[in-house]
């Protein structure tokens, strides 16, 4: 009996240990870990960040058009410093519910070494000087930046295919640690799956205010540790794009001229939507933009229908890789029918040549210059008549 009692005696004291205040204390503290600070961005709608109190950045990212019939998109990165003492001990390795949320891929960051699928991707790492970190791309036509095609060409920078058909060997042997992604766009990303890289989405494009994608500056400088750098970037776009908003402001509505944009390509006319980057420019440069009423990034429309949108227009704005120069000539050559917009009789074509110009490279973080072109050919007057535009010019 004795013996019996001493079992049940030991029992308890364990039942007691088990329930006891400490063990109640250690759930709590781990609990607190986690708790996180947001950190809002100010245009940008396709990713948010937040930082736990051991010092973790967290960043969600999903689609910033959110429209039905589009698929949906959500991932979550934890950001680790390399420096962090999780990392540090036990080769880097340690239980991941001890650090970050449940659900979120783990990052070891200042990535050094990446790949990239798109020139909208290279432009924020040529603007934060970070072409080091850049170790292949997807290709090099229409590319005009001197510094990557020599990277290029010395093999410090290797192409790697087009999406949809990689080179899976050129990938392993960049060894890179993350690699972006557009992944709405052809994909052929499961070979890539394979070889367990993180992928990261960078969906800067589908934002639907010019600064909304300048701003995808930061999500990038977040992986590779120029945060300061991308914010100070930043700072000096907002700023001269509000400032150059500002001068149109007192316009009144009747002095806004209108104006409509694309052309026709395989028996379709793409039509950019009303709540795109593009028809935030337009607005925030002083002309009305014809296709107003479509709330969603684009939409495919046939002749007929755009020319009931468009026929009186004041501008018609073009965005090609033409061969050559381009010519109200060969505008008409492309469809007969052109030659019926008011803004083609009377030669007011806005027009950007990227086999001339390295818009896709520069203009995702230059909205303020895009801008200020379109200021400068829809308001000539409130810009110095100097004024020596980058991208967009009336076509002679």
Same mark, same amino acid.
């Given at each position: ?9 030991? =029992?308890?004291?364990? &039942? ?5 205040? @400490? ?5 709590? !503290?781990?609990?607190? &870990? ?15 960040? %937040? ?16 429209? /039905? ?13 390399? &420096? ?6 036990? %080769? ?6 001890? #650090? ?6 783990? $990052?070891?960051v200042p990535v050094e070494r990446t790949l990239l699928m798109t020139m909208l991707q290279l432009s924020n790492f040529t603007a934060l000087d970070a072409l080091d970190v850049v170790r292949g791309i997807t290709g090099t036509k229409n590319l005009f930046n001197k510094d990557v095609r020599q990277r290029v060409k010395d093999g410090r920078i290797v ?10 060997? =050129? ?15 052809r994909g052929g990303y499961d070979a890539i799956k394979e070889t367990s890289i993180t992928l990261i989405p960078h969906l800067g494009y589908k934002e639907l205010h010019p600064l909304g994608q300048a701003e995808w500056i930061k999500f990038v400088a977040l992986f590779i540790g120029k945060e300061a750098e991308a914010d100070s970037i930043f700072a ?6 509000? !400032? #150059?908003?500002?001068? $149109? ?6 002095? =806004? ?14 039509? $950019?939507?009303?709540? !795109? ?18 709330? &969603? ?19 018609? @704005? ?11 000539? /060969? #505008?008409?050559?492309?469809?007969? +029918? ?32 895009? =801008? /200020?072109?379109?200021? /400068? ?18 076509? +002679?």
């Amino acid at each position: 009996m004795k013996h019996i009692h001493f079992i049940i005696c030991i =029992l308890s004291c364990v &039942t007691l240990i088990a329930c006891s205040p @400490r063990s109640s204390k250690t759930s709590s !503290s781990a609990s607190s &870990t986690l708790e996180s600070r947001e950190e809002p961005m100010s245009y940008a709608k396709g990713f948010s960040v %937040s930082t736990l109190k051991n010092g973790i950045r967290l960043v969600d990212v999903a689609d910033p058009q959110t429209d /039905a019939d589009r698929m949906p998109v959500s991932y979550h990165f934890a950001l680790v410093p390399k &420096t962090h003492p999780s990392v540090m001990e036990v %080769s880097g390795q340690r239980e991941t519910n001890e #650090l970050v949320p449940d659900g979120y891929t783990i $990052v070891q960051v200042p990535v050094e070494r990446t790949l990239l699928m798109t020139m909208l991707q290279l432009s924020n790492f040529t603007a934060l000087d970070a072409l080091d970190v850049v170790r292949g791309i997807t290709g090099t036509k229409n590319l005009f930046n001197k510094d990557v095609r020599q990277r290029v060409k010395d093999g410090r920078i290797v192409k790697i295919g087009m999406e949809g058909n990689f080179d899976t060997e =050129l990938i392993l042997a960049s060894d890179p640690e993350v690699i972006f992604i557009s992944p709405f766009k052809r994909g052929g990303y499961d070979a890539i799956k394979e070889t367990s890289i993180t992928l990261i989405p960078h969906l800067g494009y589908k934002e639907l205010h010019p600064l909304g994608q300048a701003e995808w500056i930061k999500f990038v400088a977040l992986f590779i540790g120029k945060e300061a750098e991308a914010d100070s970037i930043f700072a000096g776009i907002e700023s001269r794009y509000e !400032s #150059l908003k500002s001068k $149109v402001g007192s316009l009144k509505l009747t002095d =806004l001229p209108t104006v409509f944009s694309g052309e026709m390509h395989g028996g379709n006319w793409y039509a $950019v939507g009303g709540q !795109s980057t593009l028809a935030q420019l337009f607005r925030d440069a002083g002309a009305d933009y014809v296709v107003k009423d479509d709330n &969603t990034g684009g939409v495919n429309i046939e002749f007929e229908q755009m020319y009931s949108l468009a026929s009186n227009a004041d501008y018609w @704005r073009i965005l090609n890789s033409f061969p050559g120069e381009f010519s109200y000539e /060969a #505008l008409k050559a492309s469809e007969p +029918r052109n030659e019926l917009f008011r803004a083609f009789r009377e030669k007011k074509v806005i027009y950007c040549n990227m086999k001339q110009t390295p818009y896709y490279e520069l203009s995702p973080v230059t909205p303020d210059v895009l =801008l /200020a072109d379109l200021i /400068a050919i829809f308001h000539p007057e409130l810009m110095p008549a100097d004024y020596h535009p980058t991208f967009y010019r009336i076509l +002679r």
